[in-house]
């Protein structure tokens, strides 16, 4: 299994960012997945998530209004829309897959990508 994280970069504050995870090696329709994020010197935290069906998705208070998470899958992959991007924004992005609970955390999860680094210039 793998899951491959890409399109982090540099942005300036209020920019935005997509992010995208290309899963591989299971079933990615019956998965739960998500985005986590680790800031430096920090543990990692929740983002947000998205049920199998895509029916369920919870967002971190911290970016609820300015990301939206998105999953095809006929593409096995998940998206991170980021948008209005703040210096906290900052961070390696993880996303995530799980099958076997609901809420997300960072427990949980079965399968992790390798991040993708997001820096947020204020």
């Known amino acids: 299994v793998q899951l491959q994280a890409c399109g982090g970069g540099l942005v300036q504050a209020g920019g935005s960012l997509r992010l995208s995870c290309l899963a591989s090696?299971?079933?990615?329709?019956?998965?739960?997945v998500g985005w986590f994020r680790q800031a430096p010197g920090k543990g990692r935290e929740f983002v947000a998530a998205?049920?199998?069906?895509?029916?369920?998705?919870q967002y971190a208070d911290s970016v609820k209004g300015r990301v939206t998470l998105s999953r095809d899958n006929i593409k096995n992959t998940m998206y991170l829309q980021m948008n209005s991007l703040k210096a906290e924004d900052t961070a390696v992005y993880y996303c995530?897959?799980?099958?076997?609970?609901?809420?997300?955390?960072?427990?949980?999860?079965?399968?992790w990508g390798k991040g993708t680094q997001v820096t947020v210039s204020s």
């Open positions: 090696g299971l079933t990615f329709i019956t998965y739960h």
């Open positions: 995530a897959a799980n099958r076997r609970s609901w809420p997300l955390t960072d427990s949980t999860m079965d399968y």
């Open positions: 998205m049920g199998w069906l895509g029916g369920n998705t």
